[in-house]
């Protein structure tokens, strides 16, 4: 095995149970190099069905975060939020908890970094909860193929269930619920991407739950379900 090939595999067992193998750093450039527009607009949603620790989100998230911080780093405020919806934008799914694990906190660490490095004293808890707590509903254990979470001794299977956020006035922001396979139904019979509700024609399935308007700074303190 050659040293490329030891980086992008974890171990033989989870290749053969799991057929896991990570796309290198130098790919996964490449690869949203061909999508750069879309890699670095802050709200333009990316799913990965097949997360992994994160490596194709987290390139993401830093491509979305650094435009944040040239658009809107002088104003703390307007930074924060910009921050948070670009940490809202992005989504993952993987069978195996430690990757899910592993994902939510390298994703975190991410915006932990660049937030703490630009405002250092000043940075808010409240603002980094608000993180954590989108990514506790946005990088999700389950089975992209099936579109249902993995069944454990805590919880049953389940349909998957994605939260959408979009700011609407302000600092306020909308949360609405939806079932992931209503989603992929709608994405696959008109080709729109996550979430679109831009084409008056397209279908867009309701959500399973509509939450009230909130600051971003206080989402994590409604629905926490």
């Known amino acids: 095995m050659n040293e490329l090939e030891a980086k992008q595999v974890v171990s033989k067992q989870r290749v053969e149970d799991h057929g896991e193998v990570y796309t290198s750093k130098r790919e996964v450039n490449a690869m949203l190099d061909l999508v750069k527009h879309e890699a670095e607009r802050i709200d333009s949603r990316f799913l990965e ?23 809107h780093s002088k104003t703390q405020l307007d ?9 809202g934008s992005i989504y ?12 939510k906190e390298r994703l975190l660490n991410i915006f932990s970094e660049q937030y703490k490095h630009l405002y250092k004293d000043k940075a808010k808890p409240e603002c980094l909860t608000a993180a954590e707590f989108i990514l506790s ?54 080709e729109m991407p996550l979430f679109s509700d831009l084409d008056e024609e397209a279908y867009i399935p309701e959500p399973i739950k509509d939450y009230p308007l909130t600051h971003f700074l206080e989402i994590a303190n409604v629905g926490t379900a």
Do not use: M
Request: hydrophobic content about 40%; proline content about 4%; charged content about 30%.
């Open 137 to 190: 509903k946005n990088i999700l254990r389950g089975d992209a193929l099936t579109l249902k979470t993995i069944e454990t001794k805590e919880s049953p299977e389940e349909p998957i269930i994605f939260a959408e956020w979009a700011l609407a006035n302000g600092s306020l922001i909308k949360r609405r619920d939806f079932i992931f396979s209503h989603l992929v139904e709608q994405s696959s019979h008109r």
């Open 49 to 71: 069905p097949a997360c992994g620790t994160g490596n194709f989100l987290a390139e993401i998230l830093s491509r979305k975060l650094n435009i944040v911080k040239e658009r």
């Open 79 to 87: 930074y924060e939020r910009n921050a948070v919806l670009a940490i």
């Open 92 to 103: 993952g799914i993987d069978l195996l908890p430690d990757n899910v694990r592993d994902c």
